[in-house]
């Protein structure tokens, strides 16, 4: 028998009380709130407290846990969905069972995640095919709750009319304003007989549904619009090959209204709110970490904030909102506030059982204050992650080891070393090393077979480490674009004077920062030297290529764009020199890619504080923008799969690729 509104009201609202618990932090009252029925909104909340284990630690063990209690969810689900269509009692505005089919359809589409996180060929063909399955019901669900779009419901943050739009261009949302349904196309693909044509034009805009806070309405509306988004979001965020094979099966993404659709979510107050505030702001915090440029960064700050104070407002002790405040204030340059933000979410006054959440706070702490080489303090919060979750080992330990190596303590660095190899034997997932700890096991190969070059010996190869791992990895986190000048000239100082021979390249930080006599390690003649002394051997073109990149970054960072040009140009000139860091090449070009756009960016403030600005500021974008699209072109074509973390590179230049399309957009050149 169908359970009645009253019922269906009761069973959520008692779930939602497990959600405030998770939200805020304690992931005991959660469980033990879900555990207390077994109505398929508790067995979807079991389901996600084990999910969110699971995805924010990459905990493995936890998955196959995960997937059980989500099966339960989705079959609960599935149940009351069929007793409802058979009812003639509705419990919304929306035909009868709508409340159950969003159910089953986010049970269906978190153990599709579910499955991808074992990063094994068989889960990512189980996440596809619940993927496929997930797009048909969201699709439907869209249609049947929002037959007229978007545009007339409120987010968090409103845009003023000439402002960046709420979103992101994505090819598939071609240059249009108006945020609705998708445009009607031709069902294609393997899977298009299942899922059906596509979505149908809007007509006329809809006065927006209504619905009370906590109601079976509220929940239909915030779902739908959240699992649509989301869906959408994740399938447009995949790498560009992987994006091709999806074509494949039929699916169309659109991240603009994906993002649109996530903030008409998140402006509701259900649960499915909170996941959508908490997709957007994972979203635009990647987005402002990595794509390294952005079109309209004060504008993708502003709805960030917007979402983090509405959702930390109402959970204020939990840690997820107190590490995207804490990342916000990092995006804004000031670091010791982030800082600040992350250590008092540690404090012992919040609730501390969600070690995957709190796990997440020292993890932006640590990079964080490597950040700002306070290298003891990040060393000490690495190691204090293998405490926290099972990933990685091996990656805690080479970061917290190239800290030491800055610090010059390179006993304490080799004890670490010295641990890595058993450390990565023990964390195979699906049989292979994680892309990370493949980066590092190349990497102390490289160390032993410098340390025996100069010594005979493979002894103490921490010593051989002239540029810290640590600096090293943090080019792929992009740590070193989100730091202050002063920073960036203490960095500077390290790596202009850390390798033989000294950079031929002069700039102007260099001169005034770095003088001559200081990077030149070759001793000159002195009147008492009958002859010259050996100079130091030379370093190895790896070393030399890792240098021109980091320079070339760090210049960039300071303000010395033409000192950053040269240096990237050298680092792409010498990748053809490289035996082990294949990488440099590619991220050389990307970087450059960067340097074109915010160079330009800077210009054109120039000219409109002088008044100057207008139709040759358009053109010369257009040449930048062109030049920029060729360059991350080049980036990509080195990016291939034999080489170190390309994944996350192809992914870079997906983002930035998108805000450059914004840019576009902006300047009339779409």
């Not at 010593?463 to 730091?483: C, D, G, M, Q, V």
């Not at 390690?521 to 009958?530: A, D, I, K, Q």
């Amino acid at each position: 028998m169908a359970l009645s509104p009253q019922e269906t009201a009761a069973q959520l609202r008692a779930a939602t009380t497990g959600f405030d618990h998770l939200f805020a932090n304690d992931l005991e009252k959660a469980r033990q709130v879900f555990a207390s029925a077994d109505s398929p909104f508790h067995s979807l909340g079991l389901g996600v407290c084990a999910f969110l284990e699971a995805a924010l630690g990459m905990e493995t063990g936890l998955m196959a846990d995960a997937s059980r209690l989500l099966a339960l969810a989705e079959a609960g689900a599935k149940k009351q969905l069929k007793l409802a269509k058979a009812s003639t009692t509705k419990n919304t505005q929306f035909p009868p069972g709508t409340e159950w089919e969003l159910v089953h359809s986010d049970a269906v589409i978190l153990l599709g995640l579910t499955h991808a996180l074992s990063e094994s060929y068989m889960g990512y063909l189980q996440c596809l095919y619940a993927m496929n399955n997930a797009h048909s019901k969201f699709s439907k669900l869209y249609k049947t709750v929002y037959p007229n779009g978007l545009m007339n419901y409120a987010t968090p943050a409103a845009s003023s009319a000439n402002s960046r739009a709420p979103s992101i261009h994505s090819e598939a949302s071609g240059s249009s304003s108006q945020l609705a349904a998708p445009k009607p196309a031709k069902p294609s693909g393997f899977f298009s007989r299942f899922t059906g044509a596509a979505l149908s034009a809007p007509s006329a805009p809809q006065t927006p549904i209504m619905a009370e806070e906590g109601s079976l309405d509220e929940l239909v509306l915030s779902g739908t619009a959240f699992g649509y988004g989301l869906f959408n979001l994740v399938f447009s965020l995949l790498p560009a090959k992987i994006r091709g094979v999806v074509g494949f099966f039929g699916f169309n993404h659109d991240r603009k209204l994906a993002l649109q659709a996530l903030a008409v979510s998140a402006a509701k107050t259900d649960v499915h709110a909170i996941f959508a505030g908490l997709a957007l702001m994972t979203y635009h915090g990647v987005v402002l970490l990595l794509s390294g440029y952005q079109a309209n960064e004060a504008h993708i700050i502003k709805q960030y904030r917007a979402i983090v104070d509405k959702i930390e407002a109402r959970y204020p002790t939990g840690s997820l909102w107190i590490l995207n405040r804490a990342k916000i204030l990092r995006m804004s340059y000031d670091p010791d506030g982030a800082i600040k933000v992350l250590q008092g979410g540690l404090e012992p006054g919040h609730p501390h059982t969600f070690a995957q959440a709190d796990g997440l706070l020292i993890f932006e702490l640590a990079w964080t204050l490597l950040s700002q080489r306070r290298y003891q303090e990040a060393a000490d919060a690495f190691i204090r992650m293998t405490e926290i979750n099972s990933w990685s080992h091996a990656t805690y330990y080479f970061i917290a080891a190239g800290c030491h190596v800055s610090l010059g303590n390179f006993e304490k660095a080799q004890e670490l070393m010295d641990r890595i190899p058993d450390l990565i034997d023990k964390k195979k997932i699906g049989g292979k090393d994680l892309p990370t700890e493949v980066f590092i096991k190349k990497k102390l190969a490289f160390y032993r077979e410098k340390q025996r070059a100069l010594t005979g010996s493979e002894e103490n190869y921490a010593r051989a480490a002239k540029i810290s791992p640590a600096e090293e990895l943090a080019i792929f986190w992009n740590t070193h674009a989100r730091i202050t000048k002063e920073t960036a000239i203490a960095h500077l100082k390290d790596w202009a004077t850390c390798l033989n021979p000294p950079p031929a390249i002069e700039t102007a930080l260099l001169a005034e920062h770095v003088p001559a006599s200081i990077r030149s390690p070759t001793p000159t003649r002195s009147p008492s030297s009958p002859s010259f002394p050996s100079p130091p051997p030379a370093d190895t073109p790896d070393e030399l290529a890792i240098r021109s990149l980091l320079l070339g970054i760090t210049h960039r960072t300071a303000g010395d764009y033409a000192g950053a040009h040269a240096f990237l140009a050298d680092a792409e000139a010498r990748h053809a020199t490289v035996a082990v860091s294949t990488w440099v090449g590619g991220v050389a070009w990307f970087e450059h890619a960067v340097l074109d756009l915010k160079e330009m960016e800077a210009r054109a403030e120039t000219s409109a504080a002088a008044g100057l600005g207008g139709v040759a500021d358009v053109e010369e974008w257009r040449g930048v923008l062109k030049g920029a699209l060729e360059k991350l072109d080049k980036a990509l074509g080195l990016a291939t799969q034999q080489v170190d973390l390309s994944s996350r590179l192809d992914s870079r230049i997906a983002m930035l690729k998108d805000e450059i399309g914004m840019k576009k957009e902006m300047l009339g050149l779409a």
